[in-house]
């Protein structure tokens, strides 16, 4: 039986067109130069890949293209963002303070922690039960010494749409700088740096059909906004990210991006209407269902609890044919939970039995069907055997 | 996804007893044990015939396949057993005999406990009616 995938959040199958343009930077014949190496055509053969990717991901940010710093993830870039921004400002007291939230993704959280470790205060303001961040507490915790506030575009969990220009408004007149996660907004959203307001963004190419291995910061050229790097040694990508740049990558980054330019306008409404079509499917069939997050939400990403089933148990009913992520409570041994759903304050029954359903390219809506049908099945099943199947509301 | 042994996957897939008794029977136990908070919330029925046999076992369980299993294979091995035999299968044995791994053997111990729970209500209950 065909596996149908709806773990897109997760990565992105590579588009043929990435593809076919990377391979001639995998050749043994021409592609192989070091962009550093300007002596001769194969180098510079190479430099002018990069820097023709370079102007790619710039324009689909809509910003200028030295703002581009090439890494090897999104984790990278979120780290050198928030490490390298940091410790610049500490090393010349500049400031101390950093704001992001609780439900951040654990790049964030976990660089967040280790600028804690080095001296740095931290400030994690929580959402409300949709998940939405509230800008008063936003406002009434920035302080003086704020350095940075770091928040995602779109969570990555449940999809909620953080309200980045509002926050970038409330920083208007503070010295604190912006970052902003824009990894699953990329293809789905529109991505404007000027737009956005920020000056920091973090993106990743295997999450909307570029090659894994490859990430981009950017950080706002004029005037260069500093940063520490994280590791030394040649003066690569401005120094900020010494190393030999990956030219296959990185033009597959750069193709990723264009052709994330090229579906957005048709991406966007085909995804949500993908999306509205599995939750409908479900309210239709009577399961007991809750939705994880609020409006505004990200077009490709649905977060579903099915309360009253356990979640490891109903992956195991479906997952012969779909592809979703569980809700990491599920299938953690620690059953712990995911800290966006708890941060979110959804209960027990509905941390446990919580699934990211995310759409792409590839998605269809016979697809679509399949999943709302094999769901609707497992979800009867193991609910005919549950304690809390009188508990739970079961949807007409 | 997880990969779960043949035998928890038979009966994951196929559980025998599932379901509930009316309560208030003959030499009849039913206890509950678990909590959603914990993964697994358990409730174990078990009747014992009038010369002191299981004959009755059902259940409802909210955890993990192995837990559903483990409940399927105490409905599939428990009757026809007398109290201390049925006290023997409920005691470490099931964990074994699905091939659970160690580190979800605590669920276990949540459906063994409950089977004991029924089973010393049944047989106090039979006792008394004796």
Redesign the interface.
């Known amino acids: 039986m065909r596996l149908i995938y709806m773990d897109h959040a997760a990565t992105t199958p590579l588009d043929p067109v990435v593809r076919e343009g990377m391979l001639p930077w995998l050749g043994s014949d021409s592609g192989f130069g070091n962009p550093a190496s300007a002596t001769h055509g194969y180098g510079r053969a190479a430099s002018a890949a990069v820097d023709h990717a370079r102007q790619q991901v710039a324009s689909l940010l809509q910003a200028p293209a030295e703002g581009v710093v090439f890494t090897g993830s999104a984790t990278e870039a979120i780290n050198l963002a928030i490490l390298g921004r940091l410790r610049f400002v500490m090393q010349r007291n500049r400031g101390r303070h950093i704001i992001t939230c609780a439900t951040e993704h654990s790049a964030v959280l976990g660089a967040c922690e280790q600028a804690q470790r080095e001296g740095a205060e931290l400030t994690v303001l929580p959402v409300d039960g949709a998940g939405r961040l509230s800008l008063s507490a936003l406002r009434s915790a920035l302080r003086d010494d704020t350095a940075l506030v770091s928040l995602m575009l779109v969570n990555n969990e449940t999809g909620v749409v953080h309200d980045i220009p509002a926050v970038a408004a409330a920083l208007r007149d503070h010295p604190a700088r912006l970052h902003v996660d824009v990894t699953q907004a990329i293809g789905k959203l529109p991505v404007d740096v000027s737009a956005l307001g920020a000056d920091l963004l973090s993106l990743s190419a295997h999450k909307f059909h570029g090659p894994k291995g490859i990430g981009a910061l950017w950080r706002c050229p004029r005037p260069r906004l500093r940063l520490q790097p994280l590791q030394f040694g040649g003066g690569q990508e401005w120094g900020e990210r010494p190393g030999t740049q990956a030219v296959h990558q990185i033009v597959g980054l750069g193709l990723a991006c264009e052709q994330a330019a090229r579906h957005l306008g048709s991406e966007g409404p085909r995804l949500q209407a993908l999306r509205d079509r599995l939750e409908q499917g479900l309210w239709e069939a009577g399961i007991p269902l809750q939705r994880n997050g609020g409006v505004p939400r990200a077009p490709h990403i649905s977060n579903l609890s099915f309360p ?3 979640g ?2 109903l ?2 009913e479906v ?1 012969s044919t779909l592809a979703i992520a569980a809700g990491s ?1 599920c ?1 953690s ?1 620690s ?1 712990r939970g995911s800290h966006v759903l708890r941060a979110m304050g959804v209960g ?2 509905g941390l ?1 039995s919580a699934f990211r359903f995310s759409f792409g390219r590839d998605s269809n809506a016979d697809d679509i069907d399949e999943a709302v049908a094999v769901l609707s099945r497992g979800v009867r099943r193991l609910l ?6 009188d508990e739970v509301e079961t949807h007409d | ?2 990969e ?1 042994p043949a035998a928890v ?1 038979r009966h ?1 897939r196929e ?1 025998v007893g ?2 509930v008794f009316a309560p208030d029977q003959l030499r009849f136990g039913t206890a ?1 044990l678990g ?5 697994t ?3 174990f029925q078990l009747g014992l015939s009038a010369d002191g046999l299981v004959d009755r076992v059902g ?7 192995s837990t ?1 299993a483990c409940c399927s294979w105490f409905a599939d091995m428990l009757p026809g057993h007398d109290v201390s035999q049925a006290k023997e299968l409920l005691h470490g044995q099931v964990a074994d005999a699905l091939s659970i791994p160690r ?2 053997r605590t669920r276990v111990l949540v459906v063994e406990d409950a089977g004991m729970m029924a089973l010393r209500l049944a047989d106090e209950d039979r006792q008394k009616t004796r």
């Open positions: 009253g089933v356990h490891e148990a992956l195991a997952s409570a299938t041994r059953a027990d029954a446990l005919s055997f549950s304690p809390l199947g | 996804m997880t779960y996957l994951f559980p599932a379901g509950a909590t959603v908070k914990s993964g919330k358990v409730v259940w409802l369980v909210f955890g993990c396949p559903v580190d979800v």
